[in-house]
């Protein structure tokens, strides 16, 4: 996919996620997400930062956090969360589909993989039943690289991921079988609510029900 293709896609994410956002209840900005800590505003704001701080002040924060990216990124994201209401929120995401940041070494699709796997964070987390478009996914999936899997502590020893819905698998074993999102998301290190993975290894990538 040629990188105006990639471009295109990104806002596509964000214009429907903003859409998506302006339709919470309040008490929807409050609830948790597959981010372990997040609520929906912490990741909205998190997945914003880029669009409200400049690079003198992101370094300066690294530094603070004594170069440690996600500490980092859960002190930035709790502050923005509390100060700014969420639609201050939003607006920023709407009004910054088409912003050109990039993750660093990631390039455009890993900024549509930024967006769409915390897109999913949100969605999953609170049991709506949006689906991100397939080739969108595939194209996020195809992305992904050993060192991603390290960057998540993802451990797929003796496991067969199996998308149910695109021509993709990953490794060998004992077989978990999903949506190529929910997948995604299992590559990620997340733990899914129950019933949305099957197959012998799903229990392993799956929170027990009620937890």
Do not use: Y
């Not at 956002?21 to 609520?39: H, I, N, S, V, Y």
């Not at 690294?62 to 509390?82: E, F, W, Y």
């Not at 992305?143 to 021509?167: E, I, Q, S």
């Amino acid at each position: 996919m040629t990188e105006d293709l990639l471009r295109a896609e990104v806002a596509a994410e964000r214009r429907e996620q903003a859409d998506l956002l302006a339709g919470l209840r309040p008490e929807q900005w409050d609830a948790p997400t597959l981010c372990d800590g997040w609520r929906v505003r912490e990741v909205v704001a998190h997945t914003t930062m880029p669009f409200r701080t400049s690079l003198r002040r992101t370094l300066a924060e690294l530094v603070k956090a004594r170069g440690d990216i996600n500490r980092m990124a859960d002190r930035c994201a709790r502050r923005d969360a509390a100060e700014l209401p969420p639609e201050k929120l939003l607006a920023s995401l709407r009004d910054n589909v088409a912003h050109p940041w990039t993750p660093p070494g990631g390039g455009v699709r890993g900024a549509l993989s930024h967006d769409v796997i915390h897109g999913l964070d949100i969605t999953v987390g609170l049991g709506l039943d949006r689906l991100v478009p397939p080739e969108r996914v595939a194209v996020v999936l195809a992305g992904m690289r050993p060192k991603n899997l390290a960057f998540f502590g993802t451990d797929l020893t003796g496991v067969a991921l199996r998308a149910t819905d695109l021509d993709w698998s990953h490794g060998t074993g004992a077989p978990v079988r999903g949506l190529a999102q929910d997948l995604l998301l299992v590559l990620c290190g997340r733990r899914l609510p129950p019933g949305r993975l099957d197959g012998e290894a799903a229990p392993r990538f799956s929170r027990r029900a009620g937890g």
